[in-house]
């Protein structure tokens, strides 16, 4: 299709689904996605580690599902959709630093496979996403679950290793235990993480960051939206 068609074409909220296993660069590469179309971003799991946060900082047994199904709804959960700066808070506490550390990333597979859990969280980042006027959110079930409908979906891998080594550098671990315990959470989130039929695989492993949002970019172009830059 020309790009005449396109734009005449009616516009449609622009929603970009972007979805992958943990280390496939993700979080990077939709933050400039929406830094570059002018986007909000929504990063889907920071709000399960702000849940389980909240949960280890109240003495709650993260891997007893009935005790974590029975507070999903106590803590107030926000986040910042500025890709630029996101961050997120629990009860007023900016925890952006927090949630990324040993603790909560060992604990939180375990919490976001608790249906009560799923079904707050999502209709959660529903409300955010009908709430912006475009958007870009990562997840493990963006495409498929939270934003079926998105017209723009991307399922992003990459190697063990590369995935391993991204994860290393991000959170300061050595290659060896970042790479065990990728595998422990890859099976851990295997059934809350899907790949839309209609979503396009991306192998991000020979990419760098530019490369593949450059690539997302043109396929966000491609959709006719109101708040396009070009
Ligand atoms: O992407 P992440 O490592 O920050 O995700 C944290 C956890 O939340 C991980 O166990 C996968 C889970 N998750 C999920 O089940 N569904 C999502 N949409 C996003 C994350």
Known sequence: MG???????????????????????????SRGVASALDLEYLDTGATYRALTWWLLSHGIDTTDPAAVAAHVREPLIEVGTDPRAPWTSVDGVDVSTAIRGREVTGAVSAVARVP?????LIAMQRDIIADSAGIVAEGRDIGTVVAPDAPVKVFLTAD??????????????????TRSDQDRRDRMDAPQSGMAADAVEIDSTGLS?????????RMAKRVPHPRRNS
């Open 3 to 29: 790009d005449t068609d396109e734009d005449a074409a009616t516009p449609v909220k622009l929603i970009v689904a972007v979805d992958g296993p943990s280390g496939s660069g993700k979080s990077s590469a």
């Open 116 to 120: 009560e859990v799923r079904a707050h």
């Open 160 to 177: 063990l290793a590369a995935r391993a080594s991204r994860r290393a550098e991000q959170a300061n671990w050595s290659a060896d235990a």
């Open 209 to 217: 960051l530019d490369q593949v949002v450059d690539i997302i970019v």
